[in-house]
């Protein structure tokens, strides 16, 4: 069936880096996609988000960056800090009315910044 | 503004047994989604209701039922209860498609 996934489950950087985290879509009728940052025991929170007739997004600290040609999208954070560690998602959900109302998350990948 | 309210935060079930998870909101959201996440894993979609009046199947819907009882609530409720859905349960709404979700805080369910 249709799915979301990410390429890597963790990622580990130095703190000031740039992190790259990476996101694979499979159904080419996707068409807007969001990202959710996930600390240990709490709830997803949003991050950022991005429609199929973008192919970047930027927010504070934080870049979307969408290719329809590969379905693939990624989220970068600059100048990463210890408090960015956490899991992140990637999900997929139509804001068409022909898409649905679903969303549907990948798998995740653990982000860890070290001081 | 409380946003996104489940209750209960923990439940310890035992096999065969039955219980309801609740999920209300207050951001006058129009859809609200279910979701299990076993550790290390990502979030599975169960059910999820579009509008008030409609609910769909997810991912793994099988051993679930759901009731959008208003347009503020959506409850999740386990017939019997088996070792497998042992989870934590998230709930989420969402004011339309095109939107970003938010989450409640989850319920961590045991079954033994």
């Known amino acids: 069936g249709e799915s979301v996934g990410l390429h890597l489950p963790t990622l580990s950087v130095q703190e000031g880096d740039n992190s790259i985290i990476n996101c694979a879509y499979s159904?080419?009728?996707?068409?807007?996609f969001i990202w959710y940052k996930q600390e240990s025991g709490k709830g997803p929170q949003f991050i950022i988000d991005i429609r199929s007739n973008m192919d970047k997004r930027q927010g504070q600290r934080v870049t979307v960056l969408l290719n329809k040609t590969v379905k693939h999208l990624s989220l970068q954070i600059a100048a990463t800090q210890p408090g960015d560690s956490a899991v992140y998602f990637c999900a997929e959900g139509g804001f068409q009315e022909t898409s649905g109302s679903r969303l549907t998350f990948g798998e995740g990948t653990q982000l860890t910044v070290n001081p | 503004n409380a946003g996104v309210t489940q209750t209960p935060k923990f439940q310890v079930l035992k096999t065969g047994q039955s219980m309801t998870l609740q999920c209300a909101q207050d951001?006058?959201?129009?859809?609200m989604y279910w979701y299990r996440q076993d550790p290390g894993m990502g979030l599975r979609l169960i059910y999820y209701s579009a509008s008030e009046g409609t609910t769909d199947k997810g991912e793994v819907p099988n051993g679930y039922n759901v009731s959008r009882l208003n347009k503020r609530e959506f409850s999740l409720r386990l017939e019997s209860a088996a070792p497998s859905q042992t989870s934590v349960y998230f709930c989420a709404s969402r004011r339309d498609r095109g939107t970003e979700a938010f989450f409640g805080q989850g319920t961590r369910l045991t079954v033994v």
């Open positions: 951001m006058n959201h129009n859809s």
């Open positions: 159904n080419s009728a996707s068409d807007y």
